[in-house]
Nanobody, 118 residues
Framework: QVQLVESGGGLVQAGGSLRLSCAAS????????MGWYRQAPGKQRELVAV???????NYADSVKGRFTISRYNAKNTVYLQMNSLKPEDTAVYYCHAKHYRIGSIDYWGQGTQVTVSA
């Protein structure tokens, strides 16, 4: 079982940057696929970016070239660097973890609010 705690959200003007952090505890971090999701008001939660422990990444088309996911396995932490932010990036951002074992459950952080003003 793993616990996830996000930090780094806030209010930023369009074109600005933020970096989100997610600290994991409770299990071997390197056994988990880590990712970031977001949910805007009235919309479904959507994938933003994921990263394997080996360094492979996948991004939503809407954030490619602007967001970068990274992980520091020695510190059990995953990051999301967000540049060139747009008002449509406004959402609650959630850290996500899923063990590589087939049938494992999803783990979520509590979420952190990101608000981008025009």
């Amino acid at each position: 079982q793993v616990q996830l705690v996000e930090s780094g959200g806030g209010l930023v003007q369009a074109g600005g940057s933020l970096r989100l952090s997610c600290a994991a505890s409770g299990d071997n971090f390197s056994n988990y696929l880590m990712g970031w999701y977001r949910q805007a008001p009235g919309k479904q939660r959507e994938l933003v970016a994921v990263m394997t422990s080996g360094g492979s990444t996948n991004y939503a088309d809407s954030v490619k070239g602007r967001f970068t996911i990274s992980r520091y396995n020695a510190k059990n932490t995953v990051y999301l660097q967000m540049n060139s932010l747009k008002p449509e990036d406004t959402a609650v951002y959630y850290c996500h973890a899923k063990h590589y074992r087939i049938g494992s459950i999803d783990y979520w952080g509590q979420g952190t609010q990101v608000t981008v003003s025009a």
